[in-house]
């Protein structure tokens, strides 16, 4: 079934948050985090679907940056269609990670840590420190598979796409199934989710698409048909959607198109497009409408990734490009897998 380390978790109950849930139970759990300085005590939110039949752990986590709510929704219209019956496998679904930051429509954590630079975390350390090791421990260590889902970084917008180490077969294939327009190969973060569970042996997909704090119907979509098409590959679910009809593009190689001066940024294109190495992407104009810089593409590509406030600085981050990989040939040489170091622009 394509478990990432060969092995099917031992079947039977589950204990999760010191409550055990039986195979063909589903339930609804809250794991303590701590109070808050009003005594207000806070939990992380859990929903146990543990199936009939044995088979793999699949966890699927949302909002690990408070802000970003896309995903909160696609758990939520998961679980209205996944059910323990006829379920081989389980499912694990925490739809809000960061639940400080959730609150108060923010990235980070009240302390202003970013909770997915601090995996695998550590019991007496940080606030954010704590709940990454919380999050290993009760949901981490319980899984076979992990997909998590983000949004872009504030003021930004991401066509909807899939992450992931692609050198990895089992992780590859997962991406694969999922089938978002593009799935991208992307090194392990220090400090994510992502590193502190594919060091444990398990293939994670991260996906991506939307912006903070607003939803996005043909994103939620994507993402929830992605999942589900991913369980229906691991041999979890059938599939009861529409069949696919065109594949997903791959890319090992993006950069981002930086403003060479401040001013209005208005874009030409919309996400998802295909555009050419020198491309009129858009332009930059002064309040007075005097001066106008043009945007132009350095490559050929799809636009992944765009700023959604037109007030924009000298440097900042407007245009993600990603390099779409040509079919090889056999002997084709292998493709450079570098990126450029301006992830800091995700999600992610």
Not at 153 to 177: E, W
Not at 198 to 212: A, I
């Amino acid at each position: 079934m394509g478990v990432g380390n060969g092995n099917q978790k031992p079947w039977g109950k589950i204990t999760i948050g010191g409550v055990a849930i039986s195979p063909g139970e589903r339930k609804r759990l809250t794991i303590p985090l701590g109070d808050l300085p009003t005594n207000t005590p806070m939990s992380l939110p859990v929903v146990v679907v543990h199936g009939e039949q044995p088979g793999p752990c699949l966890w699927v986590s949302a909002a690990l940056h408070g802000d970003e709510i896309n995903g909160v929704e696609i758990v939520r219209s998961l679980l209205e269609r996944v059910a323990a019956r006829g379920l081989e496998g389980t499912l694990i679904a925490v739809p809000v990670v960061n639940i400080y930051g959730f609150l108060n429509e923010s990235r980070y954590l009240p302390d202003r840590r970013d909770l997915n630079r601090s995996f695998p975390g550590r019991a007496k350390g940080s606030l954010a420190s704590r709940i990454a090791h919380l999050f290993m421990e009760e949901i981490v260590a319980h899984c076979t598979h992990g997909i998590d889902l983000h949004t872009a970084a504030d003021s930004r917008t991401n066509y909807p796409q899939i992450r992931g180490n692609m050198k990895d077969k089992v992780t590859h294939d997962m991406a694969r199934a999922f089938n978002a327009p593009i799935m991208m190969h992307s090194k392990n973060r220090k400090g994510t989710i992502r590193k502190a569970a594919t060091d444990l042996g398990l293939p994670v997909l991260l996906f991506e698409g939307g912006e903070p704090l607003r939803f996005d119907e043909h994103v939620i979509e994507v993402g929830r048909e992605g999942i589900l098409r991913v369980m229906d590959h691991l041999g979890m679910r059938e599939y009861d959607g529409a069949a696919i009809e065109t594949e997903s593009l791959e890319s090992n190689r993006s950069t981002w198109v930086r403003a060479r001066r401040a001013g209005l940024f208005r874009m030409f294109y919309k996400m998802g497009d295909m555009v050419a190495k020198g491309d009129h992407l858009g332009a930059i104009e002064d309040i007075f409408g005097n001066r106008t810089l043009r945007v132009k593409s350095p490559a050929d590509g799809m636009l992944i990734g765009c700023a959604v406030n037109p007030l924009i600085y000298q440097g900042d981050a407007i245009v993600h490009i990603a390099k779409i990989q040509k079919k090889k040939s056999p002997g084709d040489p292998e493709d450079s897998d570098d990126e450029e170091d301006d992830n800091d622009t995700d999600g992610d």
